[in-house]
């Protein structure tokens, strides 16, 4: 028998043994060159994965191989592109969100020339309803080739948008099932949601400014976080404390649906408060693996108007109803090629089609839809003010996860957390996303414009993949007048400001953005290099380039910054600086 050891008396753990130099130990402990490459690259914020594009001098015909950044947002993928996706989001954020203007002048006045073009074109549509009550068709080919020629001539003048629908009634992407009529639900509210005051929405997107005792004006902005209903307790770690009863139906149609609960929310707060209330934020998962939103808002709303609206938004789905399942995907309905249908396996009596699904629902009186989203009770807000470290790390909240797929913002460690996810991700499968989708078979429907290649159980739709958890669409939710700019406009500023920074300037007739796009004439055509062209190096070779052009940038602009803080920008910068700073920054 072994005595016990005293406490504290414990011995020393035995310190573990180098391995013997030479040995295959000891080599594996050395770290690989490529791999300190690429780390190397990371830190300097160099794409480790570029496209070799081919760019040619149409007034020289001098072809050179450039490397782009490949523009990826997410880290598995390329973590420095990822990490500059990021910045850019921030940035965004940051620029709109306590905006005291109007991000989006008005429309200037239109010109004489603009003026006749429309008054022509209205001459044109009077003599074409003419030429059509005296069923004069040749006359009416030829003005409908007549107001098509005006009408490019008035987008080529500078207008923006179509005076007038087309009058092509043959719309090729519908099928004869869609050619009926238009479906229309009632728009009563339902009884067990609160009613909210509808105001005219005011043309103004800036909040209310507030007075101190002192005198002095402040524009305080909000952030919001808003999540869904409870499923079933749920313990610290996100897993149900009772996975039976914990609903995974309801979460994964909530899921699906939350974009458009979202959108509901904004339309109802928009119409409650009386005017165009601004956001910019992301969709996330939470641990329980259930989808919230935070938003950073423009101005500020009482919370009481936020809980609100909140509890009084819901988004119905009128769709077939799903509460029987069958047929399985080891056992699913086949395709009858004579009868161009989706039949019964046993029977062969086809399944009921889309719009018989719905000319039910819609002669049934008591029909109920077959999920209404809502969201939870925690609705979190909070006022933030302008220029306060508590702004800018909101800021850095709202984006951090958005350069991770949604199922890897939380990694399941325990097998608890790997049941919870694979009990969600089941659900997920058999779940319709869309009414053209291929699981409304499994339910005896055939969905929208039925097809032989439809895999019942099998929708290779986004929100049915492992890493989405049913947030298959947008993450990054920015409102349309949230700073007046698109992500290519803040992208092109980035780059002004380095150019003033280190005082350069680049010919705006060579100048081409990150789209493709360019300035003025149009010099340079490019094309994608293929790996095996003689003059497309190595991967590893075109990283060490980059390295080291990226280095000596940072040292430029560092200095930069050194001369702006003593003093004005210095002007006298060399072009070879310009030059190669306007490559990076592609």
Not at 248 to 267: E, N, S
Not at 310 to 327: E, G, K, L, M
Not at 448 to 462: E, Q
Not at 469 to 493: C, E, F, N, P, Q
Request: with cysteine; hydrophobic share 30%; glycine share 6%.
């Amino acid at each position: 028998m072994t005595a016990p050891t005293l406490p504290g008396l414990e011995p020393a753990p035995t310190p573990a043994a180098a391995p013997r130099p030479g040995s295959r130990a000891a080599r594996m402990a050395l770290p690989r060159s490529v791999d300190v490459l690429k780390q190397i690259a990371t830190e300097y914020g160099v794409c480790v994965r570029p496209l070799a594009m081919r760019r040619t001098d149409l007034d020289t015909g001098l072809t050179e191989v450039i490397d782009l950044p490949c523009g990826a947002t997410r880290e598995d993928k390329c973590a420095p592109c990822a990490k500059k996706n990021r910045r850019l989001r921030q940035a965004q954020i940051r620029e709109g969100w306590h905006r005291d203007d109007e991000p989006l002048p008005g429309p200037e006045p239109a010109t004489e020339t603009q003026k006749s073009l429309i008054l022509f074109r209205a001459h044109l549509e009077f003599s074409r309803d003419e030429a059509v009550r005296a069923s004069q068709w040749n006359q009416v080919a030829d003005l409908d080739e007549a107001i098509r020629e005006v009408e490019e001539a008035i987008a080529t003048e500078g207008l923006r948008g179509r005076v007038g629908p087309p009058h092509a009634d043959v719309d090729e992407d519908q099928s004869d099932e869609d050619t009926g009529r238009r479906r229309k639900r009632s728009t009563k509210r339902r009884q067990d949601a609160p009613d909210l005051p509808r105001r005219k929405v005011e043309r103004r997107t800036v909040g209310k400014t507030y007075t101190a005792s002192d005198g002095s004006t402040y524009r305080p902005s909000m952030w919001l976080t808003l999540t869904l209903d409870s499923y079933g307790p749920v313990r610290p770690d996100g897993t149900p404390v009772n996975p039976d009863r914990y609903d995974y139906r309801r979460a994964a149609w909530d899921a699906i649906h939350f974009p458009r609960l979202l959108d509901r929310f904004w339309q109802n707060l928009r119409r409650c408060e009386g005017w165009n209330v601004q956001y910019a934020g992301c969709v996330e998962p939470q641990r329980r693996l259930a989808p919230h939103a935070h938003f950073a808002i423009r101005g500020t709303i009482p919370r009481d108007t936020l809980r609100t609206v909140a509890a009084a938004t819901y988004h119905q789905v009128w769709w077939p109803s799903v509460d029987v399942q069958r047929y399985t995907a080891d056992r699913p309905p086949v395709w009858d090629v004579d009868a161009s249908a989706w039949v019964d396996p046993d029977t062969h009596h086809p399944l009921t089609t889309w719009t018989e699904a719905l000319d039910a629902l819609d002669d049934n009186p008591d029909a109920e839809p077959v999920h209404v989203a809502r969201f939870g009770a925690q609705v979190d807000a909070r006022g933030v003010m302008p220029g306060t470290t508590d702004a800018e790390r909101t800021i850095r909240y709202v984006t951090k996860y958005i350069t991770k797929h949604t199922g890897d913002c939380h990694k399941a460690t325990t097998d608890r957390q790997r049941k919870h996810l694979d009990r969600l991700w089941r659900q997920l499968r058999v779940t319709p996303c869309t009414d053209r989708c291929a699981n409304w078979l499994l339910y005896g429907v055939q969905p929208r414009k039925a097809n032989a290649k439809l895999k019942p159980g099998r929708c290779k739709g986004k929100v049915h993949q492992r890493d989405t958890l049913g947030i298959g669409g947008r993450r990054i939710l920015v409102s349309r007048d949230w700073s007046g700019k698109t992500l290519a406009d803040h992208k092109h500023d980035a780059r002004a400001w380095v150019r003033a920074l280190l005082g350069t300037t680049t010919d705006g007739a060579q100048l081409v953005d990150d789209q493709a796009d360019t300035a003025e004439r149009v010099r340079h055509a490019w094309e994608l290099a293929r790996p095996d062209d003689p003059d497309v190096g190595p991967l590893s070779y075109r990283l060490m380039r980059s390295i080291s052009e990226r280095a000596r940038w940072r040292s430029e602009l560092l200095a930069a910054k050194d001369r702006a803080a003593q003093g004005p920008p210095d002007l006298s910068a060399t072009q070879h600086s310009a030059q190669h700073h306007g490559e990076g920054s592609r």
